[in-house]
């Protein structure tokens, strides 16, 4: 099993930055890809960041690229995602996610089926 905990959101200007901390326990936290996601009001939950177990692979939404990195620190169990040019289009709930002990067919690290463990959320948001 494994808990996520996020933190670091907060209300922030357009242009400015935020970084978001994800800290796990549970399962050895090298072991799995981690991802960030986030949810507006009345829309999906979407793919932001992944980053691979041991930090080698980053993956981001075409929304973020550029504006958005993602990191890990295995020894400290937390992922980061470092949020700069901030736009109010960026206001939403993040959530990280581990990825899921059982492979779902079709399922990727920009799905929301890849991962099977998620935190509670943290709310980000940019005014104008």
């Known amino acids: 099993q494994v808990q996520l905990v996020e933190s670091g959101g907060g209300l922030v200007q357009a242009g400015g930055s935020l970084r978001l901390s994800c800290a796990a326990s549970?399962?050895?936290?090298?072991?799995?890809?981690m991802g960030w996601f986030r949810q507006a009001p009345g829309k999906e939950r979407e793919f932001v960041a992944a980053?691979?177990?041991?930090?080698?692979?980053?993956y981001y939404a075409d929304s973020v690229k550029g504006r958005f990195t993602i990191s890990r620190d295995n020894a400290k169990n937390t992922v980061y995602l470092q949020m700069d040019s901030l736009k109010p289009e960026d206001t939403a709930v993040y959530y990280c996610?581990?990825?899921?002990?059982?492979?779902?067919?079709?399922?990727?690290?920009?799905?929301?089926?890849?991962?099977?463990?998620w935190g509670q959320g943290t709310q980000v948001t940019v005014s104008s």
């Open positions: 980053v691979s177990w041991n930090g080698g692979n980053t």
């Open positions: 549970g399962r050895t936290f090298s072991s799995y890809d």
């Open positions: 996610a581990g990825e899921g002990l059982v492979k779902i067919s079709g399922s990727y690290y920009f799905t929301t089926s890849y991962y099977g463990y």
